[in-house]
């Protein structure tokens, strides 16, 4: 869906109130949905800035995308990305854990041998 003017006025405002520090700051915060709020105006403000870039202003560079990389945006985004996919992983690995105790794999359990031990032939 394309910004109406008045979107990308007010993004263009929220940029001039110096906005995207304190945007890429709260990335690390532990409340998802704080998260979530800050990746989607960042993601807003990021697409203003495109038109821009892509008319071949401010040396082709989207400017927004230059100063979210200089606030540490781009690293605490990458970083989130790499905390949930590690997260994934985790969840995999406990699941497989849980499916392999449940067949008696455990790394700490040692064979049975039965009463008067084994006998052969």
């Known amino acids: 869906m394309r910004e109406t003017s008045y979107d ?3 993004c263009r405002f929220l940029v001039s109130q110096d906005c995207i520090k304190p945007l890429c700051d709260l990335l690390i ?3 998802p949905r704080i998260v979530m709020v800050c990746l989607e105006g960042l993601e807003n403000i990021l ?3 495109e038109p821009d870039k892509e008319m071949g ?3 082709g560079i989207n400017l ?4 979210i990389d200089e606030c540490d945006g781009l690293d605490k ?4 990305y790499w905390a949930e996919k590690e997260e994934d992983e985790q969840n995999i690995q406990n699941g497989g854990d849980k499916m392999l105790q449940g ?3 455990g790394v700490n359990q040692q064979p049975s041998v039965p009463p ?5 032939g």
Do not use: H
């Not at 927004?64 to 100063?67: E, F, G, S």
């Not at 008067?116 to 052969?120: D, I, N």
């Open 8 to 10: 990308v006025l007010f």
């Open 47 to 49: 697409k203003v800035g």
């Open 116 to 120: 008067g031990g084994f006998k052969f």
């Open 29 to 31: 915060c532990l409340d």
């Open 103 to 105: 067949f008696n794999f």
């Open 64 to 67: 927004y995308a230059q100063m």
């Open 57 to 59: 202003m401010n040396g």
């Open 77 to 80: 985004i990458e970083n989130l």
